[in-house]
């Protein structure tokens, strides 16, 4: 928790463009987006990447829920992006995904 793993997918990437950090509604892991697709279209269509993230408890992620984790696994995200170059950033939250996405807005 707080700690964004490396990604290789991230690797040499530098600022390509601006990522949407999707942060998931309640109890849904990042795969919901098969089923949100139309988001997924909209941010593409605009020219946008979209970063998809587990929050800490979920999926292979360590760690249990909370509104506090949740925020900090949003800022994690914030952070590692940040340290790869990216520099134009917008979040889109649902639901519980509205703690991560005020998290991250209210600080960045």
């Not at 760690?63 to 170059?85: I, Q, Y």
């Amino acid at each position: 928790r707080g700690d964004a793993p490396e990604s290789s997918s991230l690797q040499g990437l530098g600022d390509v463009g601006p990522v949407i950090i999707w942060c998931n509604p309640n109890a849904a892991y990042y795969e919901i987006m098969a089923y949100e697709s139309h988001w997924l279209d909209f941010y593409l269509s605009q020219g946008c990447h979209v970063l998809l993230f587990n929050y800490s408890g979920f999926g292979r992620s360590e760690g249990s829920p909370s509104p506090l984790a949740l925020a900090d696994d949003g800022n994690a995200v914030v952070a590692l992006l940040k340290r790869k170059g990216f520099t134009e950033l917008g979040v889109h939250g649902r639901s519980i995904g509205g703690i991560a996405a005020c998290s991250i807005a209210s600080a960045n």
